[in-house]
């Protein structure tokens, strides 16, 4: 199946799909091992990862892209890439829903925020009218007719500005229009919660911040509300700096580190060593 296809499979399954979001192709790596069924390419942690700069639009079209085509060559489960706003007006949507498609990725978010946007849980976003919010999402499944064999996964940050009732009528058009997955970003309560899943059609995804605005509820929780995803944004890229920390203290002061560090046998065989080995024993030339 192609990758969009693998992601039409899980979500006609009657379950809550767990998505760890990855930043690299080594995190994405580590996902795939744990046994995870998709992931999703988060915007904050990969502009902290790749540009060691904060997720407020400061990424290219071209870098994202990029480190999506690693991250996709590196794995085999399902990639949900972000698209952010776009990049541009509508034809510029376009052009990055192809893109991303011919990049391997299963689907791409598509949001309303203006530009240059900004993470969904930290201060000073907006969104642009409903009208440009609508085009967006048009010019990305012109995009997917014309070709590109990828999901649409349409994203509204109205909430945080002008109520939940606008950015559940915002996410309901988006669903006319075509998208394949709604994602309604911070609400701040289980009620809203259970508002957005119940007036609004088709898969919708949570996206769950420790430490954000909406409720960090369980996955027994999540699926019974209706959700179809759960999404885990900064969850390994906050645990890989909390650990890098850790053992910087841990080395600047000469003490040991053996509880902090992965042994040097599992870390090659992790990130695939051993597959290389084997796959190049046959190979004479690939055995010096």
């Known amino acids: 199946m192609s990758p969009a296809d693998k992601l039409r499979h899980l979500l006609s399954q009657d379950k809550l799909h767990v998505m760890p979001c990855c930043f690299d192709a080594l995190s994405a790596k580590l996902i795939e091992q744990a046994g995870f069924g998709l992931t999703f390419m988060s915007g904050f942690a990969t502009s902290a990862s790749r540009i060691g700069a904060p997720d407020l639009g400061l990424m290219s079209y071209g870098e994202v892209l990029d480190q999506t085509r690693n991250i996709t060559e590196a794995t085999t489960i399902p990639l949900i890439a972000d698209g952010d706003t776009g990049y541009g007006n509508a034809m510029n949507v376009r052009r990055t829903v192809s893109g991303f498609a011919r990049a391997g990725a299963a689907c791409v978010m598509i949001e309303d925020q203006l530009a240059p946007k900004r993470c969904g849980h930290t201060p000073g976003k907006a969104v642009v009218s409903r009208e440009e919010a609508f085009d967006r999402v048009r010019a990305a499944v012109d995009a997917r007719e014309d070709g590109a064999d990828i999901l649409i ?132 030339s690939s055995q010096r």
């Open 153 to 284: 996964m349409a994203r509204t940050d109205a909430r945080h500005d002008h109520g939940l009732g606008e950015a559940i009528e915002r996410a309901a058009k988006f669903h006319e229009l075509g998208a394949d997955i709604l994602f309604v970003e911070a609400p701040r309560t289980t009620e809203e919660m259970q508002t957005v899943c119940r007036e609004l059609p088709g898969p919708k995804m949570a996206n769950i911040v420790e430490g954000g605005e909406t409720p960090e509820l369980s996955h027994e929780e999540l699926r019974d509300i209706g959700y179809a995803i759960a999404a885990y944004p900064l969850t390994l890229l906050a645990a890989a700096m909390k650990a890098m920390c850790e053992t910087l203290a841990a080395l600047k002061q000469d003490s040991s580190r053996e509880d902090l560090i992965m042994d040097f046998k599992t870390l090659r065989n992790r990130i695939g060593f051993n597959d290389y080995y084997e796959a190049s024993s046959k190979y004479k």
